[in-house]
């Protein structure tokens, strides 16, 4: 199956990046390289390390910039391990950041890798197939308690409940095993009357257990603070999220770390003694153009908000 991935907001992404030709940039999330490609044809002596947790998607990347290979290092890992990647390769400064924190397309339409409640296989949802959890365990494993709490949390699915309890009550039968049968258990507890018009019953759940599986949102705001910790001044990251609670977590993190004093507004006198580490490019979010959300439907819960490193 060939690797294709829309990149979302790409013209803006590069210029919130603003590259320097001879900088070190990070793509934290490489994908379908589309960000990657942009990055490379603007770099002259300087390089970019790209980070992916599927092996795919480094493979067909090296394919997509072999033009731009003396200036690319692949790394197979999580940009959780940013900071430690980084200083393994002796770089310990860089210049900007992107994080795409969505699941690319390739992923979701993939029928084999079970991201998608469109097509039928077995339940997994790994970004890395090296890891050995997988949505089979979420599913078959959790207790209703658990299931609940993340569908709600995670999925902010009215019916997380229900759902859980439906769940739990098929798998004592057998175990639930591939992503139809996780779909048809979500219709039979979702109340047809009840169901949205435009949004696919099984979605809040599917996107759930991904979140889940693959610690989508424990990894983020340590990844923020490695990032700007390792941007020069003057340096730029930018982020783009397609979920509420990873947005919330991206726009608290740059307010407080944009903010000199963060003690509690009842104190006369800062005795926090912090210090603003960046300044925000943007205060509110940048949300995709009319001509994105038609041309890439999947682009319409984006949001990209971007820092420079105070010089």
Not at 233 to 258: M, N, Q, W, Y
Not at 282 to 298: T, V, W, Y
Request: hydrophobic share 35%.
């Amino acid at each position: 199956m060939e690797f294709v991935h829309k990149s979302v907001m790409l013209e803006e992404c590069i210029e919130i990046l603003d590259i320097d030709p001879d900088g070190i940039y990070v793509d934290g999330t490489l994908g379908g390289a589309g960000h990657s490609l942009e990055i490379c044809k603007r770099l002259d002596k300087g390089k970019l390390i790209a980070f992916d947790r599927d092996e795919e998607a480094i493979e067909n990347a090296k394919i997509k910039l072999d033009a731009y290979k003396d200036k690319v290092i692949f790394l197979h890992d999580n940009f959780f391990n940013l900071k430690k990647a980084l200083q393994n390769i002796d770089i310990h400064s860089i210049n900007g950041i992107l994080l795409d924190l969505g699941v690319s397309s390739y992923q979701l339409d993939n029928k084999d890798r079970g991201f998608s409640y469109m097509q039928d296989a077995p339940l997994d949802m790994r970004m890395d197939k090296r890891e050995g959890f997988s949505a089979f365990d979420v599913v078959n494993d959790y207790s209703k308690e658990e299931l609940s709490r993340i569908l709600k949390e995670y999925g902010e699915e009215k019916w997380a409940v229900r759902i859980a309890e439906f769940i739990v009550e098929k798998r004592r039968r057998k175990p639930v095993e591939t992503t139809e049968e996780l779909v048809g258990i979500i219709k039979a507890a979702i109340p047809k009357k009840a169901r949205e018009e435009n949004r696919h019953p099984a979605k809040r759940t599917f996107q759930a257990i991904r979140i889940e599986v693959n610690r989508e949102l424990d990894i983020i705001q340590g990844t923020l603070e490695d990032a700007i910790d390792l941007l020069a001044p003057g340096g730029l990251i930018a982020v783009i999220t397609f979920h509420s609670l990873e947005d919330r977590i991206v726009k608290t993190c740059f307010k407080e770390k944009a903010t000199d004093c963060i003690c509690p507004p009842e104190l006369p006198v800062c005795r926090c003694g912090h210090k603003a580490e960046v300044s925000l490019v943007n205060r509110k979010p940048i949300l995709p153009s009319k001509d994105e959300l038609e041309s890439n439907p999947r682009s319409r819960s984006a949001k990209l908000r971007g820092a420079r490193k105070k010089q």
